[in-house]
């Protein structure tokens, strides 16, 4: 029997912003991202009635979500599919419309603490980083393969690492001489990259590089951007989503995803607002929330995290 001591983030102020929405009586929420089970155990816990569909597209983390939550299994159904395919997972069970929908975004402590996976750079590892470890191109591809436009490229907008262009030039200058296979060798490789002057402020200098490659080998981005409309259609009236963050990136595309259902079509200097116009959605947070200090200090993967959280008040037009 497995034990899991792991702490979802924000755990009670997740269920709080749910809760008017999947308190009643047959209530569903999505759990989006399943990971570990932790927000979906903390719910079903707190609402008896409530039924939750749990998503991941992690096989092993699917797995042990399983596991962790069988006493609740005729209240728990789960699916092996990514985020951005909640209409086709509801559909395949006969579901139009959810109370609540939940992303908890970003790499599991699961998929962190197992150096086979390659998410860290603060241990040897190979190089993969795919949430699916059965499929698809692994870390180690994209520095052994990619031209340097797009190596730089990946790095500048995804990992956000000012010195793009010279960590990718080192990266290409490395592997002809010997080709990427672990962690170490990646992480030396863009610390010497860095010049010395950055390298003593902000952590590990590597960790906007894995971040990127992490973002590029599971297209973590194109994925949240269909993922939050298609959400927030499957979601009742009345209903909430809750998203939660861990770099400006998600974040700004969960703020823009939001905004658009909040904004009224009508020009301002219009007297009266069309139904078809109105706004279909309304923020339950003001801007993106952090966690705060007892949080972090309990919880240290809360330390980036931002909140943002909505609630359907009507129709989309």
């Not at 030396?188 to 010049?195: F, G, L, N, S």
């Not at 409309?229 to 595309?253: F, K, N």
Request: proline share 5%; glycine share 6%.
């Amino acid at each position: 029997m497995t034990t899991f001591t792991h702490e979802p983030v924000l755990r009670q102020r997740c269920l709080d912003l749910l809760a008017p929405a999947i308190s009643a009586d047959n209530a569903i929420l999505v759990d989006a991202t399943l990971g570990l089970g932790g927000h979906t155990e903390s719910a079903l816990t707190e609402f008896p009635n409530l039924r939750v569909i749990g998503i991941d597209r992690d096989p092993e983390a699917l797995a042990m979500s399983q596991e962790r939550l069988a006493r609740f299994a005729p209240r728990v159904d789960f699916a092996l599919a990514v985020y951005d395919e909640i209409p086709e997972v509801l559909a395949n069970l006969n579901i139009e419309h959810v109370q609540g929908i939940l992303f908890d975004l970003g790499v599991s402590s699961m998929q962190l603490d197992k150096d086979q996976r390659g998410f860290t750079y603060s241990r040897n590892a190979p190089l993969d980083m795919r949430m699916d470890g059965t499929t698809g191109q692994t870390a180690a591809d994209i520095v052994n393969n990619y031209d340097f436009a797009n190596l730089a490229r990946i790095l500048r907008e995804y990992g956000e690492e000012r010195f793009a262009a010279r960590v990718a030039n080192a990266i290409i200058r490395e592997r002809e001489v010997k080709p990427f296979t672990n962690s170490d060798q990646l992480v030396t490789v863009v610390r010497d990259a860095i010049p010395a002057a950055t390298r003593r402020t902000g952590g590990n200098p590597a960790k906007r590089t894995f971040q990127a490659l992490r973002i590029e080998v599971n297209d973590e981005l194109s994925v949240l951007e269909r993922a939050i409309p298609a959400a927030l259609d499957c979601l009742a009236l009345d209903g909430r989503i809750v998203v939660l963050s861990y770099h400006s990136l998600e974040d700004r595309i969960v703020k823009n995803a939001l905004r658009v259902g909040t904004e009224s079509k009508t020009p301002i200097e219009m007297p009266i607002i069309p139904e078809s116009d109105k706004p279909w959605l309304q923020l339950l947070t003001r801007g993106s929330e952090p966690a705060s200090e007892e949080e972090v200090a309990e919880n240290s993967r809360a330390t980036s995290v931002r909140l943002r959280a909505a609630q359907r008040i009507g129709v989309a037009a």
